[in-house]
């Protein structure tokens, strides 16, 4: 089972920026944060992941708190291309365990 | 550099047919692992291959699932005896190292058991 909580779905406007939750509550020393998307009829799509520190990559930045017992993904300008599943992970081993996260919806 | 490749994309089955879905990783790429969306439903990890090996495959149906990565050409997801129930959306990913960080998905097959 997921172990991360995350809104169910969450609305943004086009161009304006975006913070999606996620909550790790379980998390453990040795655990990778993992963010991947799943766009409409596609399948899942790395999106950024970190450990301790925020990551910024040309898709998104990672903020993870420093207890890491939660973490935001920030879409700087949002598109109506980023409409998507987002899903927030932790986990140290080689599979990913998928939650039902959250679903954002970009209106232009 | 390709991504990850699957097919066929589609794939319909009559109940009591076996199912190949074939998943050829990025270049370079030695680690392939299998997920299955149920319909409405979360991704599922199925199994972890390496070239050869099957390395986890706590996520497999203990029957007619069965997978393989032969030292030359694409991992094969197999399922024998379709039943309704195993309509779902198949993805395979790929990686570089033993990690489940930064896993590259490909387009999915989508499997119709009538």
């Known amino acids: 089972d997921a172990k991360t909580t995350q809104p169910n779905s969450m609305e943004s406007n086009e161009e304006e920026p975006v913070h999606l939750p996620c909550n790790h509550s379980?998390?453990?020393?040795?655990?990778?944060i993992h963010w991947y998307r799943q766009l409409p009829s596609q399948g899942p799509e790395y999106v950024i992941h970190g450990l301790t520190s925020n990551v910024n990559n040309r898709m998104a930045s990672l903020a993870i708190a420093e207890d890491r017992k939660s973490s935001t993904l920030i879409l700087h300008r949002a598109t109506l291309r980023d409409a998507a599943v987002y899903y927030c992970?932790?986990?140290?081993?080689?599979?990913?365990?998928f939650g039902t996260g959250t679903r954002l919806q970009v209106f232009p | 550099n390709a991504g990850v490749m699957q097919n066929p994309r589609h794939l319909v089955r009559r109940r009591g047919q076996e199912a190949r879905l074939r998943c050829s990783p990025m270049k370079g790429h030695s680690h392939v692992y299998w997920y299955r969306q149920l319909p409405e439903e979360g991704l599922k990890f199925m199994v972890y291959l390496q070239k050869e090996n099957i390395i986890d495959e706590s996520g497999m149906p203990k029957e007619r699932f069965s997978a393989e990565f032969p030292k030359e050409g694409p991992s094969i997801l197999r399922i024998q005896q379709v039943v309704r129930g195993d309509s779902a959306a198949y993805f395979c990913?790929?990686?570089?190292?033993?990690?489940?960080?930064?896993?590259?998905f490909g387009p999915g097959t989508r499997l119709t058991v009538t």
């Open positions: 992970i932790d986990d140290n081993t080689d599979k990913l365990i």
């Open positions: 379980t998390i453990s020393g040795t655990d990778y």
């Open positions: 990913a790929s990686s570089p190292v033993r990690a489940s960080y930064e896993q590259y």
